[in-house]
Every structure is written in structure tokens, then in C-alpha cells.
């Protein structure tokens, strides 16, 4: 079974996630704490995060800088109310861009969204629930 981690500041939003993803039989966990995500994975097997952007303690820029340097091909999924946390403009969002983002393990998904566009994104990052790829 795939397991995601979703990664909010808002418990509702996280909530959301992760019916919607139980409801297709991926494992899931939730967490509105950015200091959490480094012990869950190390507790637990994940084969995607789930990133928001704008976090109190930590952006998702940051978390995502981390986890990187620790698990190199881990896709991650940005999810963002904030278009243009992806439009800026700087020197270092351009190196991300053009070293990070485009690994092929790295995906953007605005809110609102449909659960389509979910499980989308989600199945182009990791396939199916079992692994399969294509269901």
C-alpha cells in the first residue's frame, strides 16, 4: 500500500486529504507541525509528501529543502492557495525551479481543487494505491 503525508496548517484542509485519499486505499498521515515530518519519516514508509506553502513555522519551501537533502528521489506534491508563491521572481526560486521542480518527482496543485484533480496529481506521482501504475 502507498502512503502519503500531508503536510497543513490547517487541520480541516488535512482532515479533507486524507478521507479523500483513504477513500482510494492510500495509507495516510497528517500532521499541522513541520517538526514532525523528519520523525514520520523515519517512523513510517512514506512514498509521497504532501506540502502546503504558507506554514506559521515553517514554509513549505524549507520543509521541502530538507527533505531533499535527506530523500534525494521522495516526490513531493505542493499544495497552495498562493499562486504566486511559485511566481516570484528571486534568484533562489529560479534555482529551485530549474534544479528542484523539475526532477519529474515534484508537482504544484493550487486550492481550490476538484478530488479528480487530487487524485490526479497524486496517482502521476506515485501511481495507485498498491503501486500499480496506471489504475
Not at 487541520?11 to 479523500?20: C, G, S
Not at 500532521?31 to 513510517?44: F, G, Q, Y
Not at 504566486?84 to 493550487?110: C, P, Q, R, V
Request: hydrophobic share 40%; glycine share 6%; net charge negative.
Amino acid at each position: 500500500m502507498r502512503t502519503i503525508l500531508s503536510v497543513d496548517d490547517d487541520p480541516k484542509v488535512l482532515a479533507a486529504f486524507e478521507t479523500a485519499l483513504k477513500q482510494k486505499g492510500y495509507e495516510v498521515f497528517i500532521t499541522t507541525d513541520p517538526e514532525e515530518v523528519a520523525r514520520i519519516l523515519t517512523d513510517h514508509e512514506i512514498n509521497l509528501v504532501m506540502l502546503d506553502i504558507r506554514m506559521p513555522q515553517k514554509n513549505g519551501f524549507e520543509i521541502f529543502q530538507e527533505l531533499k537533502k535527506r530523500y534525494e528521489k521522495l516526490p513531493v506534491l505542493f499544495v497552495t492557495a498562493y499562486p504566486k508563491s511559485f511566481t516570484m521572481h528571486s534568484d533562489e526560486m529560479i534555482d529551485l525551479w530549474k534544479n528542484e521542480f523539475a526532477d519529474g518527482n515534484t508537482d504544484i496543485m493550487y486550492k481550490p481543487f476538484t478530488l479528480d484533480l487530487l487524485y490526479e496529481k497524486v496517482e502521476g506521482l506515485i501511481g495507485s494505491a498498491t503501486g500499480d501504475e496506471g489504475e
